[in-house]
């Protein structure tokens, strides 16, 4: 019999429908039942993606004799931290403190009141590794609460004290100088490998905010470096395999093997690690005219149009890492649907090309993968290569591998993912004249003024299936989604979208920041409150809610002038100045938009006709200018759709721009080279 969680929207939770545990959704309902019986929380976190999230459910939550001593002692609460990113993070703080690391599956035993005394995240079904295993902690975890119950909760109101003293305070940081960046970028090159291309560590998540930050850096100063250090990590990114070498996109993390071989890719596919990684692959064309970093920006351009979007116009959160091993035996394997073997090769593209196929791309006779199959990369090796030819080859293989069990997809809409996608495809699309990915961009956006945003400009996390979901914006869904309007903005001309991001801005600054100190919370002043409420100012797989907040309010200052959106700004980056110099890796879309900050940001109106050659050219180039952060606004000159449009003639009536910054105006100029010199960086990059 299906539990509570078969009316839930999440499709992580509805994975659990059928659990044999008696699941509770995260609500009121389930502590007041934990409090009647007197029994401790299990909070049980993780997303539909998760490989390990997937072995502990079959293992322990399908097992009826480990459900049935879950249900009698605990009141078991399972959550999605993509739709519930404030308890993940509350309660992530709090296993971290206590063992070091941190994960998915989160496993965390609580009081009724929500207040945390054990913690972990897989659990094995047996013992293993010095892992005791998951019945041993329910049992462990039981006797303790009913044996020691006193010192349970000593414990926990313990945790919970010294969590809710951990608040970051900024006030005396002072905003990030050219001396914070540049000690930033020193540290970078002190964690960069230099043989690979890659940042050290065995673990290599894709480091897309401190590329971005690099190509800003290059812009500004002419640091050599910081482009040769975005080269290299590019280049390794798109040549291993946690790049998709036959479909486009990426997986989201790869792990150094411990014997030789290859990078090997943990293979979920997650919405934000590709708008992220197309955005900044076309930067680093912008800046380069690299033909790699562009193939590499469409493509994953491509994937998530053609794979991530969903019926409404939004785009999808995840693909999983395991799919059907297509025996027939009905078991799920990860990464199944991109590894091959030679002989699977062979079956596809006949002897010649297969062996050309196993060559390029690192397919060998033992395997690289498990059980003889291999990933595919692109190895250092000699040689031209047939382009025609390998193209031909990845299309004949994607079609093969589009006739496999295909991985299951999250379906729920996220709302800062979204707006990170948004931002993504507008610029793609406007950088490579791909109107079809602006477009693409602009359902996206209509989705969430449709469907997420209510009539007080309130943002909801996330949709399915056109249907909202219940649960309140959080600072990174407000920031990143005013990012993608603006960008819109940019592209478009259409000042709607510089509206909305206004809209979304004036929550940021009424119900999000400390007016005292300038500090940033990742929830509202009137959120739900938990034991405490959620800050933290690093970027991790996404730019963290302050970082991307920082960057959305200068935009925006840039736009309109609005003082009060730029001292917010200015104030929030303080915490680069703390941070930077010493975890740059960890504070990256933080130092990119303090580029901006040092570098004005310039702000260029493009006045012309619409549809006049010269108004796209003028406009085409400003998009194009690498200076940090710069906004662009495009109209008639008459137009009242943005304000940097206003007072803006024509210069002998031909379509003109106008590049300002820090209250000063460059000359206006009708001459695109003269633009593009104006915005440009020090080395010449893309300009058609």
Not at 115 to 143: A, D, I, K
Not at 662 to 668: G, I, K, L, S, V
Request: charged fraction near 25%; glycine fraction near 10%.
């Amino acid at each position: 019999m299906p539990n509570r969680l078969a009316q839930a929207t999440s499709p992580y939770l509805l994975q659990h429908a059928d659990n044999p545990v008696d699941w509770w959704p995260w609500e009121t309902g389930a502590f007041e039942e934990a409090r009647r019986r007197n029994v401790p929380v299990f909070l049980s976190v993780g997303y539909s993606a998760c490989h390990w999230c997937h072995v502990m459910a079959h293992e322990s939550f399908e097992d009826d004799d480990t459900a049935a001593y879950m249900n009698e002692h605990f009141v078991s609460v399972k959550v999605d931290r993509e739709e519930r990113p404030d308890v993940d993070a509350v309660y992530m703080e709090a296993v971290q403190a206590a063992t070091g690391q941190g994960g998915w599956p989160m496993s965390v035993f609580m009081t009724p009141d929500g207040q945390p005394f054990y913690f972990g995240t897989y659990f094995p079904p047996g013992p293993r590794h010095g892992m005791p295993s998951f019945r041993q902690v329910l049992e462990g975890v039981h006797s303790a609460w009913t044996s020691r119950h006193d010192e349970v909760g000593e414990v926990a109101a313990k945790i919970t004290r010294d969590l809710a003293g951990r608040e970051l305070s900024i006030e005396s940081a002072g905003l990030p100088t050219e001396e914070t960046q540049a000690l930033a970028l020193l540290q970078l090159t002190r964690d960069i490998e230099p043989a690979s291309g890659w940042f050290k560590g065995d673990t290599k998540f894709p480091p897309s905010m401190v590329v971005e930050f690099l190509l800003r850096h290059h812009a500004r100063a002419g640091s050599v470096a910081a482009l040769e250090m975005a080269e290299g990590l590019c280049g390794a990114m798109a040549r291993s395999s946690l790049y998709d070498q036959v479909g486009g996109g990426f997986h989201r993390y790869v792990l150094t093997p411990r014997v030789g071989g290859p990078l090997v890719p943990h293979f979920e596919k997650m919405l934000y690690d590709n708008a992220l990684l197309c955005r900044v692959y076309a930067h680093l064309w912008r800046a380069t005219g690299s033909e790699l970093a562009r193939r590499v920006a469409l493509e994953t351009a491509d994937f998530m149009v053609r794979e991530l979007r969903t019926n409404e116009g939004g785009f999808a959160s995840a693909l999983d890492a395991d799919s059907d091993d297509g025996t027939g035996s009905g078991k799920h394997v990860e990464g199944a649907y991109y590894v091959w073997t030679p002989e699977q090769l062979t079956e596809v593209l006949g002897e010649d090309d297969a062996a050309l196929a196993a060559y390029y791309f690192g397919v060998t006779e033992e395997g690289t993968f498990e059980e003889g199959a291999s990933v595919l990369q692109l190895p250092q090796r000699e040689g031209v290569f047939d382009a025609e030819r390998i193209e031909s080859v990845r299309n004949r293989l994607n079609e093969a591998r589009a006739r496999r069990p295909a991985p299951g997809r999250d379906d729920k809409v996220v709302a800062a993912w979204n707006g990170l996608a948004v931002a993504a495809l507008a610029e793609t699309g406007a950088y490579f004249d791909r109107p079809d990915l602006v477009d693409a961009a602009i359902a996206a956006a209509d989705l969430l003024v449709r469907l997420h945003l209510d009539e007080r400009a309130r943002l909801a996390r996330t949709s399915k299936d056109g249907q909202v979901g219940a649960n309140a914006g959080v600072l990174e869904d407000y920031a990143d989604v005013a990012e993608g309007f603006l960008a819109l903005a940019s592209v478009t001309g259409e000042g709607v979208w510089l509206e909305f991001a206004g809209f979304l801005l004036d929550h940021v600054l009424v119900r999000f920041v400390d007016e005292e100190s300038g500090a940033l919370f990742d929830t509202a002043a009137d959120a739900e409150k938990l034991i405490r409420r959620p800050q933290d100012p690093t970027d991790n797989a996404t730019p963290s809610g302050w970082s991307a907040a920082a960057g959305a309010l200068l935009s925006y200052a840039a736009h309109t002038g609005s003082e009060p959106h730029r001292s917010a700004a200015e104030r929030a980056l303080g915490v680069v100045k703390a941070l930077g110099p010493r975890a740059p890796r960890f504070i990256g879309w933080g130092l990119a938009t303090a580029e901006a900050l040092l570098d004005g940001p310039r702000e260029v109106a493009v006045v012309g006709p619409e549809g006049h050659p010269g108004t796209k050219e003028l406009h085409r180039a400003a998009l194009l200018g690498t200076a940090p952060g710069a906004v662009v606004a495009v109209g008639t000159t008459d137009s009242d759709e943005l304000p940097l449009l206003a007072d803006r003639p024509y210069v002998g009536g031909e379509p003109t721009a106008y590049v300002c910054r820090n209250f000063t105006c460059d000359a206006p100029t009708t001459d695109v080279d003269r633009l593009r010199t104006a915005l440009g960086s020090p080395t010449t990059g893309a300009t058609g």
